[in-house]
Protein backbone atom coordinates (compact mmCIF):
# COMPACT_ATOMS: atom_id res chain seq x y z
CA UNK A 1 0.00 0.00 0.00
CA UNK A 2 1.42 3.14 -0.98
CA UNK A 3 1.38 6.55 1.02
CA UNK A 4 -0.07 8.14 -2.12
CA UNK A 5 -3.22 5.91 -2.14
CA UNK A 6 -4.10 6.74 1.49
CA UNK A 7 -3.75 10.66 0.55
CA UNK A 8 -5.86 10.12 -2.11
CA UNK A 9 -9.44 10.30 -0.41
CA UNK A 10 -7.92 13.54 2.28
CA UNK A 11 -7.16 15.53 -0.49
CA UNK A 12 -10.31 15.01 -2.58
CA UNK A 13 -12.36 15.78 0.84
CA UNK A 14 -9.86 18.50 1.53
CA UNK A 15 -10.64 20.05 -1.91
CA UNK A 16 -14.89 19.90 -1.09
CA UNK A 17 -14.35 21.59 2.89
CA UNK A 18 -12.60 24.67 0.43
CA UNK A 19 -16.05 25.44 -0.74
CA UNK A 20 -18.29 24.39 1.95
CA UNK A 21 -20.82 26.65 3.15
CA UNK A 22 -19.37 27.64 6.48
CA UNK A 23 -17.21 30.14 4.21
CA UNK A 24 -13.75 31.04 3.57
CA UNK A 25 -11.66 31.52 7.36
CA UNK A 26 -14.73 29.98 8.99
CA UNK A 27 -13.79 26.96 10.94
CA UNK A 28 -16.01 23.82 10.25
CA UNK A 29 -18.63 22.32 13.11
CA UNK A 30 -16.50 18.82 14.27
CA UNK A 31 -19.15 17.57 15.12
CA UNK A 32 -21.00 17.87 11.83
CA UNK A 33 -18.01 16.25 9.85
CA UNK A 34 -16.70 12.55 9.24
CA UNK A 35 -13.43 11.85 10.58
CA UNK A 36 -12.15 11.88 6.46
CA UNK A 37 -13.15 15.28 6.66
CA UNK A 38 -12.08 16.32 9.61
CA UNK A 39 -8.72 15.46 8.90
CA UNK A 40 -8.73 17.58 5.53
CA UNK A 41 -9.97 20.31 7.81
CA UNK A 42 -6.84 20.05 9.60
CA UNK A 43 -4.57 19.38 7.11
CA UNK A 44 -5.72 22.85 5.27
CA UNK A 45 -5.63 24.56 7.91
CA UNK A 46 -9.48 25.37 8.47
CA UNK A 47 -9.05 23.96 11.79
CA UNK A 48 -6.51 23.02 14.38
CA UNK A 49 -5.90 19.44 15.88
CA UNK A 50 -5.87 20.90 19.00
CA UNK A 51 -9.26 22.11 18.33
CA UNK A 52 -10.89 18.71 17.55
CA UNK A 53 -9.53 17.23 20.40
CA UNK A 54 -10.63 19.80 23.12
CA UNK A 55 -14.60 19.47 21.03
CA UNK A 56 -14.17 16.24 21.37
CA UNK A 57 -12.63 16.31 25.65
CA UNK A 58 -15.67 19.11 26.26
CA UNK A 59 -18.14 16.53 25.09
CA UNK A 60 -17.25 13.51 26.54
CA UNK A 61 -16.97 15.56 29.96
CA UNK A 62 -20.64 17.08 29.26
CA UNK A 63 -21.81 13.25 29.29
CA UNK A 64 -20.60 11.51 31.89
CA UNK A 65 -23.79 9.78 32.47
CA UNK A 66 -22.98 7.61 29.48
CA UNK A 67 -20.27 5.40 31.10
CA UNK A 68 -18.71 5.53 27.81
CA UNK A 69 -14.94 5.54 29.11
CA UNK A 70 -12.83 3.97 31.63
CA UNK A 71 -9.56 6.23 30.62
CA UNK A 72 -10.33 10.10 29.12
CA UNK A 73 -6.66 10.67 28.40
CA UNK A 74 -6.92 13.96 28.45
CA UNK A 75 -3.34 15.24 28.86
CA UNK A 76 -2.01 12.66 26.43
CA UNK A 77 -4.56 13.75 23.94
CA UNK A 78 -3.94 16.88 23.84
CA UNK A 79 0.16 16.46 23.60
CA UNK A 80 -0.48 14.52 20.69
CA UNK A 81 -2.58 16.79 18.84
CA UNK A 82 0.00 19.61 19.32
CA UNK A 83 2.41 17.52 18.03
CA UNK A 84 0.16 17.24 14.71
CA UNK A 85 -0.34 20.98 14.58
CA UNK A 86 3.23 21.52 14.67
CA UNK A 87 4.17 19.31 12.48
CA UNK A 88 1.50 20.43 10.06
CA UNK A 89 3.40 24.28 10.25
CA UNK A 90 6.71 22.66 9.42
CA UNK A 91 4.75 21.50 6.06
CA UNK A 92 5.56 17.67 6.47
CA UNK A 93 2.93 15.38 4.09
CA UNK A 94 -0.89 15.02 5.38
CA UNK A 95 -1.53 11.51 6.48
CA UNK A 96 -5.52 10.58 6.16
CA UNK A 97 -6.45 10.41 9.72
CA UNK A 98 -4.16 13.82 10.67
CA UNK A 99 -4.94 14.73 14.35
CA UNK A 100 -8.32 13.06 14.21
CA UNK A 101 -9.76 12.26 18.33
CA UNK A 102 -10.68 8.49 17.95
CA UNK A 103 -11.62 6.01 20.68
CA UNK A 104 -10.48 2.30 21.48
CA UNK A 105 -12.00 -0.01 23.11
CA UNK A 106 -10.41 -1.00 26.65
CA UNK A 107 -9.72 -4.75 25.31
CA UNK A 108 -7.35 -3.38 22.99
CA UNK A 109 -3.80 -2.77 24.16
CA UNK A 110 -2.71 1.38 23.51
CA UNK A 111 0.78 2.59 24.78
CA UNK A 112 0.98 3.99 28.33
CA UNK A 113 -2.83 3.43 28.66
CA UNK A 114 -4.47 0.82 31.03
CA UNK A 115 -5.90 -2.19 29.42
CA UNK A 116 -8.75 -3.32 31.55
CA UNK A 117 -10.92 -5.40 29.12
CA UNK A 118 -13.88 -3.68 31.21
CA UNK A 119 -12.93 -6.24 34.27
CA UNK A 120 -11.69 -4.67 38.39
CA UNK A 121 -8.28 -7.67 38.01
CA UNK A 122 -6.94 -5.75 34.94
CA UNK A 123 -6.80 -2.05 36.38
CA UNK A 124 -3.81 -2.45 36.94
CA UNK A 125 -2.16 -3.38 34.01
CA UNK A 126 -0.65 -0.79 31.77
CA UNK A 127 -0.25 -1.80 27.87
CA UNK A 128 4.01 -1.37 26.94
CA UNK A 129 3.10 -0.73 23.18
CA UNK A 130 0.32 -0.41 20.58
CA UNK A 131 -1.62 -3.04 19.50
CA UNK A 132 -0.94 -3.44 15.34
CA UNK A 133 -4.25 -2.02 14.68
CA UNK A 134 -3.90 0.96 16.79
CA UNK A 135 -0.39 1.46 15.63
CA UNK A 136 -1.61 1.48 11.65
CA UNK A 137 -3.77 4.25 12.74
CA UNK A 138 -1.59 5.98 14.73
CA UNK A 139 0.58 6.36 12.17
CA UNK A 140 -2.03 7.80 10.02
CA UNK A 141 -2.24 10.44 12.35
CA UNK A 142 -4.80 9.52 14.85
CA UNK A 143 -4.72 10.65 18.43
CA UNK A 144 -6.41 8.07 20.73
CA UNK A 145 -8.65 10.39 23.01
CA UNK A 146 -9.49 7.56 25.43
CA UNK A 147 -10.10 3.49 26.06
CA UNK A 148 -14.11 3.02 26.16
CA UNK A 149 -16.12 0.99 28.74
CA UNK A 150 -17.35 -2.61 27.18
CA UNK A 151 -19.40 -5.23 28.34
CA UNK A 152 -16.93 -6.91 30.54
CA UNK A 153 -14.40 -9.08 29.23
CA UNK A 154 -16.22 -8.52 25.86
CA UNK A 155 -18.38 -11.30 27.05
CA UNK A 156 -21.79 -9.82 26.29
CA UNK A 157 -24.27 -7.68 24.25
CA UNK A 158 -25.64 -5.00 26.83
CA UNK A 159 -22.46 -2.99 27.65
CA UNK A 160 -24.28 -2.80 31.25
CA UNK A 161 -21.27 -3.74 33.22
CA UNK A 162 -20.59 -1.94 37.00
CA UNK A 163 -17.31 -2.43 37.08
CA UNK A 164 -16.64 1.10 35.41
CA UNK A 165 -18.94 4.25 35.67
CA UNK A 166 -18.38 7.86 35.51
CA UNK A 167 -22.58 8.66 35.96
CA UNK A 168 -24.80 8.02 38.73
CA UNK A 169 -26.38 4.84 36.43
CA UNK A 170 -24.62 1.89 36.33
CA UNK A 171 -23.68 0.29 32.34
CA UNK A 172 -22.71 1.99 29.30
CA UNK A 173 -25.75 3.93 28.25
CA UNK A 174 -27.22 4.87 24.88
CA UNK A 175 -26.19 7.92 23.45
CA UNK A 176 -30.05 8.92 22.65
CA UNK A 177 -31.83 7.50 25.55
CA UNK A 178 -30.02 7.15 28.53
CA UNK A 179 -32.05 5.25 30.23
CA UNK A 180 -31.51 2.54 27.08
CA UNK A 181 -28.79 0.39 26.74
CA UNK A 182 -25.81 0.97 24.42
CA UNK A 183 -25.60 -2.16 23.27
CA UNK A 184 -22.08 -4.09 23.21
CA UNK A 185 -19.73 -5.93 23.82
CA UNK A 186 -17.97 -2.17 22.52
CA UNK A 187 -20.56 -0.06 24.15
CA UNK A 188 -18.80 2.67 24.84
CA UNK A 189 -17.60 2.98 21.30
CA UNK A 190 -21.23 3.28 20.36
CA UNK A 191 -22.27 5.66 22.96
CA UNK A 192 -18.76 8.05 21.59
CA UNK A 193 -19.92 8.02 18.48
CA UNK A 194 -23.99 8.53 18.79
CA UNK A 195 -23.03 11.24 20.83
CA UNK A 196 -20.11 12.54 18.17
CA UNK A 197 -17.75 12.55 20.99
CA UNK A 198 -15.89 11.06 18.75
CA UNK A 199 -15.86 10.29 15.08
CA UNK A 200 -14.11 6.86 14.79
CA UNK A 201 -13.26 3.91 17.18
CA UNK A 202 -12.02 0.80 17.23
CA UNK A 203 -13.74 -2.42 18.68
CA UNK A 204 -13.83 -6.00 18.51
CA UNK A 205 -16.57 -8.45 17.24
CA UNK A 206 -16.82 -11.84 18.63
CA UNK A 207 -20.56 -12.41 17.48
CA UNK A 208 -21.92 -8.71 16.58
CA UNK A 209 -19.92 -6.56 19.00
CA UNK A 210 -19.19 -3.39 16.88
CA UNK A 211 -21.81 -3.89 14.66
CA UNK A 212 -24.77 -4.46 18.15
CA UNK A 213 -23.71 -0.95 19.43
CA UNK A 214 -23.68 0.39 15.91
CA UNK A 215 -27.28 -0.65 15.08
CA UNK A 216 -28.46 1.07 18.70
CA UNK A 217 -26.35 4.48 18.46
CA UNK A 218 -26.78 5.36 15.38
CA UNK A 219 -23.57 4.51 13.73
CA UNK A 220 -21.46 2.65 11.37
CA UNK A 221 -18.93 -0.50 11.46
CA UNK A 222 -16.94 -3.16 9.94
CA UNK A 223 -16.59 -7.04 11.47
CA UNK A 224 -13.57 -7.69 8.88
CA UNK A 225 -13.31 -11.67 7.49
CA UNK A 226 -11.26 -13.39 10.06
CA UNK A 227 -8.10 -13.46 9.80
CA UNK A 228 -7.99 -9.66 7.88
CA UNK A 229 -6.84 -8.10 11.10
CA UNK A 230 -4.27 -8.80 13.63
CA UNK A 231 -4.99 -9.83 17.04
CA UNK A 232 -1.90 -9.16 18.46
CA UNK A 233 -2.09 -7.23 21.68
CA UNK A 234 -6.22 -7.68 22.24
CA UNK A 235 -7.90 -9.50 25.03
CA UNK A 236 -9.62 -12.30 23.46
CA UNK A 237 -12.53 -14.77 23.73
CA UNK A 238 -12.36 -16.73 20.79
CA UNK A 239 -9.42 -16.77 17.94
CA UNK A 240 -12.05 -18.95 15.45
CA UNK A 241 -13.94 -15.63 16.09
CA UNK A 242 -12.77 -13.11 17.09
CA UNK A 243 -11.58 -9.66 14.63
CA UNK A 244 -11.02 -6.15 15.60
CA UNK A 245 -13.10 -3.86 13.59
CA UNK A 246 -13.30 -0.21 12.79
CA UNK A 247 -16.53 2.50 13.69
CA UNK A 248 -17.30 5.68 12.63
CA UNK A 249 -20.41 7.91 11.59
CA UNK A 250 -19.95 6.96 7.93
CA UNK A 251 -18.80 4.10 6.05
CA UNK A 252 -16.32 6.25 4.44
CA UNK A 253 -15.02 6.43 7.33
CA UNK A 254 -14.82 2.40 7.80
CA UNK A 255 -13.43 2.01 3.54
CA UNK A 256 -10.28 4.71 5.21
CA UNK A 257 -9.83 2.80 8.45
CA UNK A 258 -9.83 -0.79 6.83
CA UNK A 259 -7.36 0.45 3.93
CA UNK A 260 -5.50 1.95 6.72
CA UNK A 261 -5.29 -1.62 8.53
CA UNK A 262 -5.18 -3.98 6.08
CA UNK A 263 -4.27 -2.62 2.95
CA UNK A 264 -5.99 -2.69 -0.95
CA UNK A 265 -6.76 0.42 -3.27
CA UNK A 266 -9.35 3.11 -2.25
CA UNK A 267 -12.74 2.08 -3.83
CA UNK A 268 -15.56 4.21 -4.04
CA UNK A 269 -19.74 3.75 -3.86
CA UNK A 270 -20.97 0.34 -5.91
CA UNK A 271 -23.42 1.13 -8.77
CA UNK A 272 -26.28 -0.60 -7.15
CA UNK A 273 -27.41 -1.32 -10.65
CA UNK A 274 -25.29 -4.30 -10.29
CA UNK A 275 -26.02 -5.12 -6.97
CA UNK A 276 -27.70 -8.48 -5.54
CA UNK A 277 -28.86 -8.57 -2.00
CA UNK A 278 -30.45 -12.01 -0.65
CA UNK A 279 -32.78 -11.62 2.09
CA UNK A 280 -33.53 -15.28 4.42
CA UNK A 281 -36.63 -15.49 6.41
CA UNK A 282 -34.11 -16.77 9.56
CA UNK A 283 -32.97 -13.15 9.90
CA UNK A 284 -36.81 -11.64 9.82
CA UNK A 285 -37.70 -13.30 12.84
CA UNK A 286 -38.93 -11.49 16.23
CA UNK A 287 -38.57 -8.21 14.56
CA UNK A 288 -40.52 -5.12 16.89
CA UNK A 289 -42.74 -3.15 14.71
CA UNK A 290 -39.79 0.39 14.20
CA UNK A 291 -37.60 -2.71 12.94
CA UNK A 292 -40.12 -4.86 10.79
CA UNK A 293 -41.10 -0.63 9.49
CA UNK A 294 -37.66 0.16 8.80
CA UNK A 295 -36.50 -2.45 6.49
CA UNK A 296 -39.39 -2.73 4.37
CA UNK A 297 -39.11 0.87 4.03
CA UNK A 298 -35.24 0.41 3.20
CA UNK A 299 -35.58 -2.64 0.74
CA UNK A 300 -37.81 -0.59 -1.29
CA UNK A 301 -35.52 2.06 -1.29
CA UNK A 302 -32.80 0.33 -2.48
CA UNK A 303 -34.58 -1.66 -4.99
CA UNK A 304 -35.57 1.98 -6.60
CA UNK A 305 -31.87 2.90 -6.47
CA UNK A 306 -31.48 -0.48 -8.52
CA UNK A 307 -30.42 -2.77 -6.57
CA UNK A 308 -31.80 -6.40 -6.81
CA UNK A 309 -33.50 -8.43 -3.70
CA UNK A 310 -33.77 -11.99 -4.21
CA UNK A 311 -35.57 -14.36 -1.86
CA UNK A 312 -33.42 -17.45 -0.41
CA UNK A 313 -33.86 -20.08 1.08
CA UNK A 314 -31.67 -20.71 4.80
CA UNK A 315 -34.07 -23.52 6.52
CA UNK A 316 -30.80 -24.99 8.32
CA UNK A 317 -29.49 -21.59 9.50
CA UNK A 318 -30.16 -21.11 12.92
CA UNK A 319 -29.53 -24.84 13.88
CA UNK A 320 -26.19 -25.26 12.41
CA UNK A 321 -24.95 -21.47 14.31
CA UNK A 322 -26.42 -22.97 17.76
CA UNK A 323 -24.28 -25.71 17.25
CA UNK A 324 -21.11 -23.62 16.64
CA UNK A 325 -21.62 -20.50 19.21
CA UNK A 326 -21.72 -21.39 22.29
CA UNK A 327 -19.47 -24.38 21.59
CA UNK A 328 -16.53 -22.64 20.50
CA UNK A 329 -16.37 -19.56 22.56
CA UNK A 330 -17.05 -20.85 25.73
CA UNK A 331 -14.49 -23.62 25.10
CA UNK A 332 -11.81 -22.01 23.03
CA UNK A 333 -12.17 -18.46 26.22
CA UNK A 334 -10.39 -20.68 28.59
CA UNK A 335 -6.94 -21.03 26.81
CA UNK A 336 -7.00 -17.92 24.55
CA UNK A 337 -7.32 -15.88 27.72
CA UNK A 338 -4.85 -17.66 29.97
CA UNK A 339 -2.26 -17.15 27.07
CA UNK A 340 -2.62 -13.48 27.11
CA UNK A 341 -2.51 -13.24 30.36
CA UNK A 342 0.38 -15.36 30.69
CA UNK A 343 1.91 -13.33 27.59
CA UNK A 344 1.62 -9.56 28.53
CA UNK A 345 2.67 -8.78 32.33
CA UNK A 346 -0.51 -8.56 33.88
CA UNK A 347 0.38 -10.25 36.88
CA UNK A 348 -2.40 -12.50 37.31
CA UNK A 349 -3.99 -15.58 35.95
CA UNK A 350 -7.39 -16.88 34.70
CA UNK A 351 -8.23 -17.95 37.91
CA UNK A 352 -7.87 -14.41 39.48
CA UNK A 353 -9.34 -12.73 36.64
CA UNK A 354 -12.72 -14.72 37.34
CA UNK A 355 -12.81 -13.87 41.17
CA UNK A 356 -12.89 -10.20 40.42
CA UNK A 357 -15.55 -10.43 37.83
CA UNK A 358 -18.38 -7.72 38.64
CA UNK A 359 -20.87 -8.17 36.17
CA UNK A 360 -23.31 -11.25 37.57
CA UNK A 361 -23.97 -12.56 33.88
CA UNK A 362 -20.14 -12.84 32.90
CA UNK A 363 -19.36 -13.96 36.52
CA UNK A 364 -21.59 -16.99 36.08
CA UNK A 365 -20.59 -17.75 32.32
CA UNK A 366 -16.79 -17.64 33.75
CA UNK A 367 -17.19 -19.43 36.88
CA UNK A 368 -20.25 -22.03 35.75
CA UNK A 369 -18.72 -22.90 32.24
CA UNK A 370 -15.21 -20.89 31.10
CA UNK A 371 -13.24 -22.32 34.07
CA UNK A 372 -15.12 -25.80 34.11
CA UNK A 373 -14.82 -25.83 30.25
CA UNK A 374 -18.79 -27.40 30.42
CA UNK A 375 -21.50 -25.89 28.06
CA UNK A 376 -25.12 -26.04 28.68
CA UNK A 377 -26.97 -29.22 29.00
CA UNK A 378 -30.16 -30.78 29.11
CA UNK A 379 -32.83 -29.89 32.21
CA UNK A 380 -30.51 -27.23 33.15
CA UNK A 381 -27.30 -29.25 34.05
CA UNK A 382 -23.51 -28.96 32.32
CA UNK A 383 -21.94 -31.38 30.00
CA UNK A 384 -18.09 -31.52 29.07
CA UNK A 385 -17.34 -28.80 26.49
CA UNK A 386 -14.64 -30.69 24.23
CA UNK A 387 -17.05 -33.15 22.36
CA UNK A 388 -19.25 -30.13 21.38
CA UNK A 389 -16.35 -28.41 20.32
CA UNK A 390 -14.92 -31.31 18.28
CA UNK A 391 -17.81 -31.73 16.99
CA UNK A 392 -18.50 -27.60 16.19
CA UNK A 393 -15.05 -27.49 14.27
CA UNK A 394 -15.38 -30.72 12.52
CA UNK A 395 -18.38 -30.95 11.32
CA UNK A 396 -21.03 -27.97 12.26
CA UNK A 397 -18.76 -25.10 11.09
CA UNK A 398 -17.83 -26.15 7.91
CA UNK A 399 -21.29 -27.11 7.48
CA UNK A 400 -22.00 -23.54 8.49
CA UNK A 401 -19.41 -22.35 5.57
CA UNK A 402 -20.97 -24.40 3.03
CA UNK A 403 -24.47 -23.18 3.72
CA UNK A 404 -23.30 -19.83 3.13
CA UNK A 405 -20.95 -20.13 0.48
CA UNK A 406 -23.09 -22.30 -1.58
CA UNK A 407 -26.39 -19.15 -0.86
CA UNK A 408 -24.27 -16.82 -2.36
CA UNK A 409 -22.99 -18.93 -5.53
CA UNK A 410 -26.53 -20.49 -6.37
CA UNK A 411 -28.08 -16.78 -6.21
CA UNK A 412 -25.29 -14.70 -7.53
CA UNK A 413 -25.54 -12.71 -4.20
CA UNK A 414 -22.97 -9.97 -3.22
CA UNK A 415 -24.20 -10.17 0.21
CA UNK A 416 -27.35 -11.37 2.37
CA UNK A 417 -29.11 -8.29 3.96
CA UNK A 418 -31.34 -8.18 7.04
CA UNK A 419 -31.82 -6.28 10.61
CA UNK A 420 -28.45 -5.84 12.67
CA UNK A 421 -30.73 -6.77 15.49
CA UNK A 422 -34.56 -7.57 16.09
CA UNK A 423 -35.47 -4.95 18.29
CA UNK A 424 -34.66 -1.21 19.18
CA UNK A 425 -32.35 -0.51 22.44
CA UNK A 426 -34.18 -1.54 25.49
CA UNK A 427 -34.20 -0.43 28.75
CA UNK A 428 -30.17 -0.09 30.63
CA UNK A 429 -31.24 -2.34 33.48
CA UNK A 430 -29.63 -5.61 34.89
CA UNK A 431 -32.23 -7.26 32.87
CA UNK A 432 -30.56 -6.50 29.41
CA UNK A 433 -27.98 -9.11 30.25
CA UNK A 434 -30.42 -11.75 30.71
CA UNK A 435 -29.43 -14.45 28.14
CA UNK A 436 -33.00 -14.27 27.00
CA UNK A 437 -31.78 -10.74 25.73
CA UNK A 438 -28.69 -12.10 25.00
CA UNK A 439 -29.68 -14.17 22.25
CA UNK A 440 -32.32 -12.37 20.63
CA UNK A 441 -30.01 -9.51 19.83
CA UNK A 442 -27.34 -11.96 18.79
CA UNK A 443 -29.97 -13.56 16.53
CA UNK A 444 -28.69 -12.18 12.95
CA UNK A 445 -24.83 -11.22 14.14
CA UNK A 446 -23.95 -14.76 15.40
CA UNK A 447 -24.15 -17.33 12.41
CA UNK A 448 -21.87 -14.82 9.86
CA UNK A 449 -19.56 -14.58 12.82
CA UNK A 450 -19.18 -18.45 13.61
CA UNK A 451 -18.58 -18.68 9.67
CA UNK A 452 -15.93 -16.56 9.48
CA UNK A 453 -17.41 -13.70 6.98
CA UNK A 454 -17.43 -9.89 7.01
CA UNK A 455 -20.54 -7.67 7.85
CA UNK A 456 -21.21 -4.14 7.26
CA UNK A 457 -23.70 -2.30 9.50
CA UNK A 458 -25.03 0.73 8.46
CA UNK A 459 -27.83 2.85 9.98
CA UNK A 460 -31.01 2.91 7.99
CA UNK A 461 -33.53 5.07 10.22
CA UNK A 462 -35.16 6.71 13.78
CA UNK A 463 -37.69 4.37 14.56
CA UNK A 464 -41.27 5.76 13.85
CA UNK A 465 -42.51 5.48 17.46
CA UNK A 466 -39.07 5.59 19.55
CA UNK A 467 -37.08 7.82 17.64
CA UNK A 468 -34.21 5.10 18.42
CA UNK A 469 -32.15 4.43 15.58
CA UNK A 470 -32.48 1.11 13.40
CA UNK A 471 -29.25 -0.13 11.77
CA UNK A 472 -29.58 -2.36 8.86
CA UNK A 473 -26.36 -5.15 8.38
CA UNK A 474 -25.41 -6.18 4.93
CA UNK A 475 -22.93 -9.77 5.34
CA UNK A 476 -20.60 -10.74 2.53
CA UNK A 477 -18.91 -13.47 0.76
CA UNK A 478 -15.52 -14.14 3.11
CA UNK A 479 -12.63 -11.88 1.58
CA UNK A 480 -15.23 -9.97 -0.02
CA UNK A 481 -14.29 -6.91 2.34
CA UNK A 482 -13.97 -4.25 0.03
CA UNK A 483 -16.85 -4.77 -2.10
CA UNK A 484 -18.81 -5.05 1.14
CA UNK A 485 -18.05 -1.73 1.76
CA UNK A 486 -18.36 -0.06 -1.56
CA UNK A 487 -21.74 -1.44 -1.46
CA UNK A 488 -22.04 0.12 1.92
CA UNK A 489 -21.05 3.16 0.61
CA UNK A 490 -24.29 3.52 -1.95
CA UNK A 491 -26.34 2.20 0.13
CA UNK A 492 -25.59 4.62 2.78
CA UNK A 493 -26.27 7.23 -0.31
CA UNK A 494 -29.30 6.06 -0.37
CA UNK A 495 -30.53 5.57 2.47
CA UNK A 496 -28.72 8.74 4.69
CA UNK A 497 -27.25 8.87 7.46
CA UNK A 498 -29.56 9.35 10.91
CA UNK A 499 -29.09 12.46 12.81
CA UNK A 500 -26.68 12.71 15.79
CA UNK A 501 -28.60 12.11 19.13
CA UNK A 502 -29.61 15.24 20.63
Known amino acids: MSPSSLLVPCITVAALLAGCATGPGIPPDPTQLTAAEAAAAVCSGRISSESLVRTALTRANARKELNAFVTLDEAGALAA ?45 VA ?3 APVVHRLREAGAIVLGKTNLHELAFGI ?43 GLGTDTGGSVRIPCALNGCASLRPTVGRYSQEGILPISHTRDTAGPMAVSVGDLELMDRIIAGGAPVGPADLHGVRLGVAQPFLANLD ?9 ALTRLRLAGATIV ?49 PDVKGTYDGLVLTRKLPGPNGGVVDAAPAYRAAMETQRPALIRLYADTFSANSLD ?84 PPAP
Open 81 to 125: ARAVDARRASGAPCRPLEGVPIVVKDNIQAAGLPATGGTPALRGF
Open 128 to 130: AQD
Open 158 to 200: SGYNPAYNTGPQPGVRNAYDPTRMSGGSSAGNGAALGARIALA
Open 289 to 297: ADTRTAFAA
Open 311 to 359: DVAMPDLMALNGSVGFPVALYEAYDDVSAYLAKYPTGITIQQLAAGIAS
Open 415 to 498: ALVFPTVPHVAPPATPEASSIENFLLFIQNTDPGSNAGLPGLQVPMALGATTRLPVGLEMDGPAGSDRRLVAIGMAVERVLGRV
